[in-house]
């Protein structure tokens, strides 16, 4: 990926729709106008930001392949910062297709996914932050996960970065003074201040990766199984849960064969929520099957729901499901309660870990207890964290991973103060922690890593 050429992708996505997007960015932008578009008002000149009506033709030709609104927008006030392009057509695949075709043709290189974006990274319009927040935006599958990409968007994770690096660069100004003087002439610069100024940004940071288990939550979703043997009523509560009829509910023990994966909204988590087969002693192997994917999927998901049937007594099927999510986050829920009782709380509860969560008592077919069972199943999910809501909150395993980096190297540098190290190996510590969080907003990120960010972006953007 070369940075200085012109690029050219379709914006919108592929398939028809009222209008299409094809955006060109690099030097040849105005050039690309000026070959295939013919101004209904005969403007020869564009202005920077105005939108011009008129045709596309192809080059060289007077053939129309589409009446489109074009705008030219300027260097650096573009979204890549260079000169860029952007023509609006009718929406369909072809003339999409056909345009694009023309401007590969006048030699624009067509874009790899993410490479507008990547460009507005490297001529200085946003921070790495900002950059992975737009392909946020538009992966959000709750207003929650919306907000927090939006928050990113708008720079405020890059601000706290940047309000982390002043005290550090302060450390280190004072400490490169303190390796020429000696401690009566530094007063203020000595080791001890230092290490009690780096207190307050390791306070700082681990407030900062506290905020994490929920934002990455709520940015890359959760997985919950519903887990439970035939006819407890697993499908009813996955329809009661997404409020339509997705699943087959039928009378008969053993009617989901295979898994059924659906996302809902849980308290703005996007949880991806499988109804699975009734686990018992399997029938065929069709079913057999069906049993082990449950054990399997069950193995990932951040809560598994055994759920039991209250009408009837705990039988040696449930405690062996119990007993088997024995290591994992269990929401045990009790089913049916519309039902004459047939289960003892008790009973079950002397067959529940200490861990367990429940147990809940709802009726999937008539709705009662399904909040409780929501709310709960939020704050399993939050680890009760929703409620606080701090200014940045960190939503990505990258600037998870960086914040710790620059964390250990902070306690690093005041595990050398306390020994009495030299300040040059202090001053590298904090070195290291300035990088860390540099990793964050892309200012000491390599080349591969950038790709690899931006290799998971959509084409157009
Ligand atoms: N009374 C009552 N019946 C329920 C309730 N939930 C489910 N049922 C009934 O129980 C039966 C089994 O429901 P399903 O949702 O198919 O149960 P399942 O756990 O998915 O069953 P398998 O797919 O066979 O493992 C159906 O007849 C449902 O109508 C409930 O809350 N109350
Ligand atoms: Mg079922």
Known sequence: MSIGDTIAAIATPPGTGGIGVIRVSGPRAEDIARLLFRSS??????????????????????????????VLMRKPNSYTGEDTLEIYCHGGLLIMESILGE??????????????TKRAFLNNRIDLSQAEATADMIAARTRRGLDLALSHLKGNLARKIEALHSPLLDILAALEVSIDFTEEELGEASPPAAY???EAVVADIERLLATSPEGIICRQGASVVIAGRPNVGKSSLLNRLLGEQRAIVTPIPGTTRDFIEETVDIRGVPVRLMDTAGI??????????????????????????????GSEPLRDEDTEILEGNRTRPVLVV???VDLAPGLDGDVLRSHMSGEASGPLWIS??????????????????????????????????????????????????????????????????????????????????????????????????
């Not at 403007?43 to 192809?58: C, E, N, P, Q, T």
């Not at 002693?281 to 049937?309: C, F, T, Y």
């Open 41 to 70: 008002h005969h403007v020869r000149d564009f202005k920077s930001r105005r939108l011009y009506h008129g045709d596309i033709v192809a080059a060289g030709q007077s053939t129309v392949i589409d009446e489109v609104l074009i």
């Open 103 to 116: 401007v590969a043709r006048a030699g624009v290189r067509l874009a790899e996914p993410g490479e507008f």
């Open 196 to 198: 009690d100024a780096l």
């Open 280 to 309: 018992r002693h399997p029938e065929n192997i069709i079913e057999a099957e069906g049993i082990r994917r449950v054990w399997q999927k069950s193995e990932g998901a951040d809560v598994v729901m055994v759920l039991l049937d």
């Open 334 to 336: 009790v089913n049916k």
């Open 364 to 461: 999937a077919k008539f709705g009662q207890g399904i909040d409780e069972l929501i709310e709960v199943l939020g704050c399993l999910l939050l680890h009760d964290q929703a409620e606080r809501e701090p200014e940045v909150r960190i939503a990505n395993i990258r600037h998870q991973a960086a914040l710790e980096e620059a964390l250990r190297s902070i306690r690093q540098a005041q595990s050398s103060i306390r020994e009495g190290h030299s300040p040059e190996f202090v001053a590298f510590d904090i070195q290291q922690a300035i990088a860390g969080l540099d990793l964050i907003t892309g200012r000491s990120v390599d080349e591969q890593v950038l790709d690899r960010i931006f290799s998971t972006f959509c084409i157009g953007k």
